[in-house]
């Protein structure tokens, strides 16, 4: 479905203490227009966009309003981009990268993501990040300081990209911060004016989001399940200014204008896309390194949103204006977003799914920290091999190509000095005038190529590449890459010059000039001799290119073969490599069976606790019973005590109450006797 680009401008917090003398800027809703200071607004200088924030606008707002949806999109396979648009100071690092207390747009997107996928329980996702800067028209990888230069390439698989870029698999938030962070510190390697080049370069972000729908059934993964891959690019854009026009004390500089190729390429894409896709003209992507990687971006299957931000102060009022014309010409852009699903082998989730799952199942549901690292290590280290591969193939064919080039042009040397010396004894031999002349205009037509018109030394020829349409815009030639005079460059810009990427340069070749007036039929035996003499000193020089040729071709031959040399090096590593990711493929097969030892050992350690346990709590029960029944008997024991005690003491008692009893029927006895010896 056919949708605008999304446009937001954002103004930052005043940095001038002043307050303004002539105009300032006012901002009702979605609307910013230049007012007079005590007065009404300045006709024509009044803005409407899907946005505008002020100077109390937080980052978190701006994410939630203007990007979130892209973002949401992204995961959902729509290729998204996010631009941050403006002259330098206004605020497009802050947005993008935001402060300690409020993170930018990165960060929110990152977590974001990360967040969205937990959600979603049905797919599963890899994920790839990338960062790189384009400076002086030149793509660096912010990864890897070696990576520099990198070229941009296009295949029918992976569509226009830049070859050689590292890119790293990441499975949560705090890796990718990380991660950008490294590249940060690499950006400033060895930088001495940071700020400068940060105003001169942009910088992309770029998420690579690959998913696809886990099968519930049996676990087996089909190949013909379509893959949803997406791209979410987060660009930080050089400072818009025209530092050409007026410097900062509105004086108009003298010293050479600065030109940002990339960000003026990328206005007349937006200028060429806004004047509407009915009248087709030809959108001059080709002509920038930026507006190439964003080719989908801006005109095509994407969506897209952009913050033009603004500095509130008078001073810069003039580029104000600039920017929010920009902001209103890319609000007139239609793209037409779909999900993307592919089923070739391009999806790296793809390539890498069988293996991963394979490891995966022998995990057996097992989910533990150090596997699962192992495995993001493990996918990290195939895609390193995938690119280095691809980076040798490439330098491999290049290498052939040229050899290629070198050997047809030193055939073609051959078989013109061939012709030339054939020529010459021809000459020696016959006197035919008129064959000799007719050869010699056969020769000079020899000399030419199609693509020479009347060539002049070190001449290049330009073939603008086929299925390009005429521009009507063109690129900056390579002299004036960074610095160049503007009004030379609009000038230029009138005529016709051929696109960079499909420049094709041949070595120039002396043209031998054979004027035909100096031969004629009647020349005398004299002429001929001079001519000969001529036909000579040329067949010398033209032996001498030769000698010089073949020595030169020894060269590169001897170069080639270093060169071979070193990709069979470099292949020698790959395959070691690859031979290391074997064992530690092995390693892994082997801490997994140790795993599972240890597992078995664990289990029965548990049986054997699990009986100790129950042992344990039957001698303890039967502990319990003997205490308790030895407290019975204890009790018992005390009771009967207690009784013997009361039954001796009843038995003294009773003894002492017999011994009594005793006395007395002893003494009554002795009574009665006593009373009886009385009587009788
Ligand atoms: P740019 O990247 O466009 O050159 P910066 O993002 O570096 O500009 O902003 C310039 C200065 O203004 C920085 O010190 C930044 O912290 C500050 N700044 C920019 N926008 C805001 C904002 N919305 N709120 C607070 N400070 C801001
Ligand atoms: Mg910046």
């Known amino acids: 479905m ?36 005590h007065g009404t607004p300045i006709s024509g200088l009044s803005y409407a966009f899907d946005h505008v924030f002020d100077e109390s606008c937080s980052n978190s707002k701006v994410y939630e309003l203007l990007t979130k949806d892209v973002i949401h999109a992204a995961v959902d396979g729509f290729n998204g981009t996010a631009f941050a ?74 569509g226009i990209f830049v070859a050689g870029l590292r890119e790293e698999i990441v499975n949560n938030a705090e890796q990718v911060i990380k991660l950008l962070e490294s590249g940060e510190v690499n950006r400033h390697f060895g930088e001495t004016n940071m700020n400068a080049r940060s105003s001169r370069s942009h910088t992309i972000f770029r998420m690579v989001i690959e998913s696809k729908g886990i099968d519930t059934g049996s676990g087996d993964y089909s190949s013909s399940d379509a893959i949803r891959v997406s791209i979410l690019n987060l660009v930080d854009l050089a400072g818009s200014e025209r530092i050409a ?44 390194k930026l507006t190439r990687i964003l080719q989908t971006a801006l005109g095509g299957n994407a969506k897209t949103s952009i913050i033009c931000t603004v500095a509130p102060e008078e001073v810069h009022v003039e580029e104000t204006k600039g920017t929010l014309q920009f902001a209103s010409r890319a609000k007139r852009i239609t793209n037409c977003a779909q999900v993307n699903e592919i089923l070739t082998d391009a999806a790296l989730l793809k390539r890498q799914q069988l293996e991963i799952e394979d490891l995966r199942r022998k995990l057996q549901g097992s989910r533990s920290e150090v596997m699962e690292q192992e495995i993001l290590k493990l996918r990290n280290d195939m895609l390193k091999y995938e690119l280095e591969r691809e980076k040798l193939e490439m330098e491999l064919e290049e290498e052939r190509r040229s050899h290629k080039e070198r050997e047809q042009r030193i055939r073609d040397q051959q078989l013109k000095i061939e012709n030339l010396s054939s020529l010459v004894s021809d000459g020696d031999r016959s006197s035919s005038q008129d064959s000799m002349k007719e050869s010699l205009k056969d020769e000079c037509n020899d000399f030419k190529t199609p693509c020479f018109k009347e060539t002049s030394n070190n001449a290049f020829v330009a073939k603008r590449s086929n299925y390009s349409e005429l521009p009507d815009f063109s690129p900056l030639p390579d002299s004036f890459s960074n610095v160049a005079d503007e009004d ?60 010089e040729l073949q020595r030169k071709h020894e060269e590169e031959v001897q170069i080639n073969s270093r060169l071979m040399g070193e990709i069979c090096e470099l292949k020698q590593e790959l395959d070691l490599s690859n031979n290391s990711s074997e064992s530690s493929k092995q390693r892994y097969g082997n801490l997994e069976t140790e795993f599972q030892k240890l597992k078995e050992e664990r289990d029965s350690l548990l049986q054997t606790v699990s009986e100790s ?14 205490l308790k029944d030895l407290n019975c008997e204890v009790q018992r024991r005390k009771d009967l005590e207690v009784e013997i005690k009361q039954f001796s003491v009843a038995f003294a008692s009773r003894q002492r109450s017999l011994a009594s009893i005793h006395g007395e029927f002893k003494s009554k006895i002795e009574k009665l006797r006593a009373e009886n010896l009385v009587r009788y």
Not at 9 to 29: A, L, N, Q, Y
Not at 91 to 115: C, E, W
Not at 613 to 626: A, H, M, Y
């Open 613 to 626: 346990s129950k042992n344990i709590t039957f001698l303890t029960d039967q502990k319990e019973n003997i």
């Open 245 to 288: 026009k007026t410097g900062a004390g509105g004086v108009r500089l003298k010293e050479g204008k600065y030109i940002n190729k990339s960000l003026m390429v990328l206005g007349n894409v937006i200028n060429k896309l806004s004047n509407g896709a009915k009248q087709r003209v030809h959108i001059p992507y080709r002509d920038s």
């Open 2 to 37: 056919a949708e605008k680009i999304c446009v937001a401008v954002r103004v930052r917090p005043s940095i001038s203490e002043e307050s303004p003398s002539g105009t300032f800027w006012k901002i009702e809703d979605n609307r910013i227009s230049l007012h007079k200071l």
């Open 488 to 547: 030379t460059w609009f000038k230029m810009n009138k005529g016709y010059i051929a696109d960079l990427d499909a420049l094709q340069t041949t070595p120039a070749r002396k043209v031998q000039s054979f004027p035909p007036q100096d031969i004629t039929p009647d020349c005398s035996n004299d002429n001929y001799k001079l001519e000969l003499q001529n036909l000579k000193t040329q067949l010398e020089l033209v032996i001498k290119e030769k000698v």
């Open 85 to 158: 648009y403006g002259q330098t100071s206004s605020g497009k690092t802050y947005t993008m990268n935001g402060s300690l207390n409020d993170p930018g747009i990165i960060h929110r997107a990152v977590n974001d993501v990360f967040q969205k996928i937990q959600m979603i329980s049905d797919r599963e996702f890899l994920i790839r990040v990338s960062y790189m800067e384009i400076y002086n028209e030149e793509i660096n990888d912010l990864f890897t300081v070696e990576n520099q230069k990198l070229p941009i390439h296009e295949s029918l698989e992976r």
